[in-house]
T-cell receptor
Framework: DAKTTQPPSMDCAEGRAANLPCNHSTISGNEYVYWYRQIHSQGPQYIIHGLKNNETNEMASLIITEDRKSSTLILPHATLRDTAVYYCIVRVVASYNTDKLIFGTGTRLQVFP | AAGVIQSPRHLIKEKRETATLKCYPIPRHDTVYWYQQGPGQDPQFLIS???????DKGSIPDRFSAQQFSDYHSELNMSSLELGDSALYFC????????????????FGEGSWLTVV
């Protein structure tokens, strides 16, 4: 399974951009990178996903390096409500019978006033 | 938009009792996943179902069983409960269909808190 490495914690000032890095050097060519966040014991919330192109939605931007070995999640204007644990996940799909998300330890983002 | 619905939200059981958690996926979603999150831990994959058949199995104890019904809702049955089963249990769903698996977003419910005393 492709594993991810994230810093355990990060701080960000409110209103500034939060850049959360993720390493996934063993990712396979057909595996997507997904980002979820979990706000204190709530259900993991989907943020964004991508394969090899940069992606943007109303929540965030995802920048994937050309070699796909790392990515960065960007929250353009962090707010206090963005304080959460952010999970970078490589979706494991070897076949239709092995589709699941494997959560690592994530990055605990603290947004401060 | 409709989300994944889980019930009950909170459940307290005694050791050796049985508990059943229910999950109602997003309408038209055909795949259901169950996760367990212990205190201070990250979510752990338990089991998944696609079109009412077990699809994949993770670290699910033998005391636990699950199934997906004809209306696509799923139930997680936990027997001979132990103190260590106290956790937040998440259900998630996706539409696998015939598209690219990796591109089908998986959505999570708010979870069911199980406390075993």
């Amino acid at each position: 399974d492709a594993k991810t490495t994230q810093p355990p914690s990060m701080d960000c000032a409110e209103g500034r951009a939060a850049n959360l890095p993720c390493n996934h050097s063993t990712i396979s060519g057909n595996e997507y990178v997904y980002w979820y966040r979990q706000i204190h014991s709530q259900g993991p919330q989907y943020i964004i996903h991508g394969l090899k192109n940069n992606e943007t939605n109303e929540m965030a931007s995802l920048i994937i390096t050309e070699d796909r070995k790392s990515s960065t999640l960007i929250l353009p204007h962090a707010t206090l409500r963005d304080t959460a644990v952010y999970y970078c996940i490589v979706r494991v799909v070897a076949s239709y019978n092995t589709d699941k998300l494997i959560f690592g330890t994530g990055t605990r983002l603290q947004v401060f006033p | 938009a409709a989300g994944v619905i889980q019930s009950p939200r909170h459940l307290i059981k005694e050791k050796r009792e049985t508990a059943t958690l229910k999950c109602y996926p997003i309408p038209r979603h055909d795949t259901v996943y169950w996760y367990q999150q212990g205190p201070g831990q990250d979510p752990q994959f338990l089991i998944s179902f696609y079109e009412k058949m077990q699809s994949d199995k993770g670290s699910i104890p033998d005391r636990f069983s699950a199934q997906q019904f004809s209306d696509y809702h799923s139930e997680l049955n936990m027997s001979s409960l132990e103190l260590g089963d106290s956790a937040l249990y998440f259900c998630a769903s996706s539409l696998r269909g015939t598209g690219t698996i990796s591109g089908n977003t998986i959505y999570f419910g708010e979870g069911s808190w199980l406390t075993v005393v």
